[in-house]
């Protein structure tokens, strides 16, 4: 009964674990069977059977109790094995389930974001970008992924894409501007925000791109508007101690006789220039 018991224990969820107590209760139900059936015997043959074969049965019967004992240190072991196995598998496969809807998530927000993105090796090489960046160079995401930035990159730019991965290396991060090719040979202005990832596999760029090219054609033809206004004009910023200028049209600097250089580098020239009167 205890055997069949510890047995359907065992293969029921292996969540029995046969100790000590186990051992000594299966011990003690052998033995007291054996004295049992000794009992059942009528007196005359119970002395003769105890005669003959009561050293010999006490040892077998030890035997056997010493056996089973293994067998369910055995089965014990096997079970503990069993278990911890099972557990192992169950945070791992809930690790790679977390790990899956966590890449999932951050798919989701990158081909959400306006801005594109780029993830390179420190050799440009591409490994990863998302909708935005697609969208504004006209390529699918398969056409990129494996090309080397360089080729994306408008000639005068591809030149200092070294220099400028060796700068995001040392500092870190890194704010620039840049100019991609589309697909169909337009070019796009960018404001480029890239960081180094040097705990990834291999080591990584990851870089954030903004697109200003309409923003930049419009400043272009403000500033040319501005330009060819007759009278001199210029932004000013107050602040403290000193205010400064932002910027000066050349008909500015013509009518006061100074470089724009000067005139916005400083603008304590321009407290020379005013007559003592006002």
């Known amino acids: 009964a205890a055997i069949g018991s510890i047995g359907y224990d065992l293969r029921r969820g292996l969540q ?8 000594l209760a299966l011990g ?17 043959q119970r002395i003769t059977v105890s005669a003959d074969v009561a050293w010999p049965y006490a040892v077998i019967l030890a035997a056997i109790t010493w056996a089973f004992g293994h067998i369910f240190l055995l ?5 503990e094995a069993l278990i911890t196995a099972r557990k192992s598998e ?14 999932s998530n951050t798919r989701i927000m990158l081909d959400t974001m306006t801005d594109g993105y780029i993830r390179a090796d420190v050799d440009g090489k591409i490994l990863d970008t998302n ?14 992924i494996g090309r080397n930035i360089t080729e994306l990159k408008a000639p005068e730019f591809a030149q200092a894409v070294p220099t400028r991965v060796q700068q995001i290396v040392s500092r870190g991060h890194l704010r620039f501007s840049t100019q991609h090719l589309r697909k169909d040979g337009g070019i796009v202005d960018f404001e480029a925000a890239a960081a180094f990832m040097p705990l990834a596999e291999p080591p990584q760029l990851a870089t954030f791109l903004r697109d200003v ?24 910023r107050t602040q403290q101690p000193e205010g400064c200028f932002e910027y000066v049209s050349p008909r500015f600097c013509q009518l006061l006789e100074v470089d724009q250089e000067t005139a916005l580098e400083s603008p304590t020239w321009l407290l020379q220039r005013i007559h003592p009167e006002d």
């Open 28 to 44: 003690v139900l052998v033995h007291g069977v054996a004295v049992m059936l000794m009992l059942a015997l009528p007196s005359p």
């Open 75 to 79: 089965v014990e072991s096997r079970t």
């Open 213 to 236: 090219t309409k923003e930049k054609r419009v400043r272009a033809h403000y500033q040319e508007l501005v330009n060819r206004i007759p009278a001199g004009v210029f932004r000013y």
């Open 131 to 144: 909708a935005a960046y697609c969208r504004t160079i006209g390529y699918e995401r398969d056409e990129l």
């Open 90 to 103: 169950d945070r791992f496969r809930k690790l790679l389930e977390d790990l899956e809807r966590e890449h």
């Open 16 to 23: 029995y674990q046969p100790g000590v107590l186990s051992f």
